[in-house]
């Protein structure tokens, strides 16, 4: 019984652990399923496991005093995909920003901050927003943000007033 025990217990960890898997494909549709070559390009994709990084991200955002609005914000969140590109080019960027447009995603803000140029894509389903696509575009790398959930229009206005407030 003990054996059984550890066994389940294994296989319990390695089941959990493999959502948080970083890899050398992308995991954003775009990237993964336009057969594209994208030249040049090192792709770098993480899948965040929501149960261990939630602590950890509301932890951080209450030592850096930030509103308890925001912070409740992060109870929203469903899942997160992080996507680096390295020597990704401009051509990239807008052939992916005309697939999000093309998948009814709308432009809710252009934030420049440090240098680099944030962008703020969100997918409504009625008053519903679902999906949140976050794009930072500096000099060296191009970072996607997916994070999907149920937000409201009023949390993406209060999330895109704290990151101007900085």
């Known amino acids: 019984m003990k054996i059984f025990k550890t066994?389940?217990?294994?296989?319990s960890v390695m089941f959990v652990m493999q959502s948080c898997v970083v890899s050398e494909k992308p995991?954003?549709?775009y990237f993964s399923d336009s057969?594209?070559?994208?030249k040049g390009a090192?792709?770098?994709s993480i899948n965040v496991p929501l149960f261990l990084a939630k602590p950890y991200i509301k932890k951080a955002l209450r030592e850096d005093g930030e509103d308890e609005d925001l912070i409740r914000l992060?109870?929203?969140?469903?899942k997160i995909k992080v996507l680096t590109v390295e020597n990704g080019d401009r051509n990239m960027l807008r052939d992916f920003a005309n697939y999000l447009n093309n998948?009814?995603?709308?432009?809710w803000a252009m934030i420049k901050h440090n240098g680099d140029n944030v962008n703020i894509r969100v997918k409504q389903k009625g008053d519903a927003i679902k999906n949140?696509?976050?794009t930072v575009n500096s000099d060296k790398e191009l970072v996607f943000v997916d994070i999907k959930g149920n937000f409201t229009a009023d949390d993406i206005s209060r999330l895109i007033a704290s990151a101007k407030d900085k």
């Open 103 to 107: 998948n009814n995603y709308e432009e």
């Open 7 to 11: 066994i389940f217990l294994i296989i």
């Open 27 to 29: 995991n954003i549709a």
């Open 74 to 78: 992060v109870k929203k969140v469903s």
């Open 132 to 134: 949140m696509m976050i």
């Open 42 to 44: 090192k792709f770098v």
């Open 35 to 38: 057969g594209k070559e994208f």
